[in-house]
């Protein structure tokens, strides 16, 4: 049996990788890690390190913090990934494990890693294990509650646009917005024209050693391309939204 499994490591701080993923990493016959350079280790590599000492790892390049879609560059990585992982599993077998910050299900490159092999290799077995999502690892770090009772939470990528962001701040009532980058002085003048600047709070390397946790007023200009802001919903009563 071929597997193809995403293994969710957590946004950085190796602490929040879950027992499943560590034993997924540490049995896995082969643990790819998505990297911008083959050269630098990433985020991901780092966290999987932390855990594992065999040396079966494998970088695989993808144009991580590329803009506008599906761009050449994407689509080259993505085969080029896939044509690597597929030629491994046809000829060793076994388990391969792609290590992905946050969850293999939530904005992660495992989507698109998993659809190409599957074209490659129809027989191989895809499953994925849950990881710790930045919006987790934030809330809990600035002591922000997501939701409760009957509030509804939205979570949205600012690549979409800040449109998307009005949207969601006038539809529901805690929302997460990932990927602000350069966005950030428009994503807080949204926040102050709604009213939820004050009770937002950003976030940015989590659990790493350049972490930046607290009010979204004071997020910077030049904010990292992977930071979430967190807009909490309005309480005024304990159990008030039940």
Not at 54 to 82: C, I, M
Not at 126 to 150: F, H, K, N, Y
Not at 175 to 185: N, S, T
């Amino acid at each position: 049996m071929t597997r193809l499994v995403g293994v969710g490591v957590g946004p950085g701080d190796p602490e929040l990788v879950t027992v499943k993923g560590v034993r997924v990493l540490q049995e896995a016959d082969l643990v790819v890690v998505p990297v911008m350079d083959p050269l630098e280790q990433g985020r991901a590599e780092a966290t999987v390190r932390a855990h594992v000492t065999h040396d079966r790892l494998r970088r695989l390049v993808f144009a991580l913090d590329d803009r506008g879609g599906p761009t050449a560059q994407r689509l080259s990585a993505w085969e080029v990934a896939a044509d690597a992982v597929a030629d491994e599993l046809r000829t060793r077998g076994g388990t391969v494990a792609f290590a992905t910050i946050g969850d293999p299900n939530v904005y992660s490159t495992f989507t698109y890693l998993a659809d190409a092999v599957r074209e490659r290799l129809p027989e191989v077995q895809v499953e994925t294990v849950p990881g710790i999502t930045a919006m987790q690892d934030l809330a809990a770090r600035s002591g922000t509650v997501l939701c409760e009772g009957t509030e509804s939470l939205a979570l949205l990528p600012l690549t979409a646009g800040v449109e998307a962001l009005e949207q969601a701040l006038t539809h529901f009532d805690s929302v997460v917005a990932y990927k602000g980058g350069r966005q950030m002085p428009a994503v807080l003048e949204v926040l102050r024209r709604h009213g939820r600047l004050d009770s937002a709070v950003y976030g940015a390397a989590l659990g790493l050693p350049d972490e930046a946790v607290g009010p979204a007023a004071g997020a910077p200009a030049d904010a990292p391309y992977l930071s979430t802001v967190i807009a909490p919903a309005g309480r005024t009563t304990r159990g008030g939204k039940l």
